[in-house]
């Protein structure tokens, strides 16, 4: 069976000011939301984790993701945070993890959603409904977001994160297939650690999880 891949990024808002004429105070508004943290100029720094089958652990794999916000770009009226993503350390060509190189992928924010340039909701950060992601002759991938948040530690830090987790079910949807993903997003910051796993398999294969980050 296919595994399930989730591929990152994240982002920031500026906020408004309105002037009253007759009192000549600037009144400053709420902020627009920022979750995605969706800022030119924000860098993240990724490390790949890899489960060692044979001591049941999570080990470091040396394959380093610098993702970096590099500009903006208009795309059918729409303005998209342009993400540079860098790939260190997998010289084996490890499938499950990036490959060495460059990539850039196109992110904008849209009531509370994360899309890319093709449409796709990448996550959502209010809607609690489960989504269909992607249809295979195997089964059907999903998508859905937890209520509760939840607080998870990485090298980076220590951070309050919603939860989505990604399934996949039979063609039927009467069976949910083993492998359960967790994609972990913080507000203002974005994308703090996610798992790679085969939906046959009750562990993830690898973790993507946050080093370090520098935001403007």
Not at 26 to 44: E, K
Not at 90 to 108: A, I, K, T, V
Not at 191 to 208: A, C, K, T
Request: aromatic content about 12%; hydrophobic content about 30%; some cysteine.
């Amino acid at each position: 069976m296919k595994r399930i891949i989730f591929s990152l990024c994240i982002v920031a808002f500026l906020f408004s000011c309105a002037s009253d004429d007759n009192t000549q105070q600037a009144t400053q508004q709420p902020p627009v939301s920022n979750f995605y943290a969706l800022t030119v100029g924000n860098t993240w720094v990724y490390k790949s984790f890899e489960y060692n089958s044979n001591t049941m652990e999570y080990e470091d794999s040396g394959i380093v993701d610098t993702v970096t916000i590099i500009d903006t770009e208009m795309l059918n009226g729409e303005t998209y945070f342009k993400f540079k993503t860098v790939t260190t350390g997998n010289d084996s060509q490890n499938p499950h993890f990036n490959q060495n190189g460059e990539q850039f992928s196109l992110y904008r924010e849209t009531e509370g959603d994360l899309v890319n340039d093709t449409g796709d909701t990448v996550y959502t950060n209010n809607n609690y409904q489960e989504r269909l992601v992607a249809t295979n002759t195997w089964g059907n991938i999903y998508d859905k977001l937890k209520e509760n948040t939840t607080t998870i530690t990485v090298n980076a830090g220590v951070f309050t994160c919603l939860d989505m987790e990604r399934y996949a079910k039979s063609p039927d949807n009467s069976e949910v297939f083993p492998g359960l993903d967790h994609i972990y997003y913080s507000d203002g910051i974005g994308l703090i650690s996610e798992s790679i796993s085969f939906v046959s398999q009750n562990y993830p294969i690898g973790i993507r999880q946050l080093e370090s980050y520098n935001l403007q």
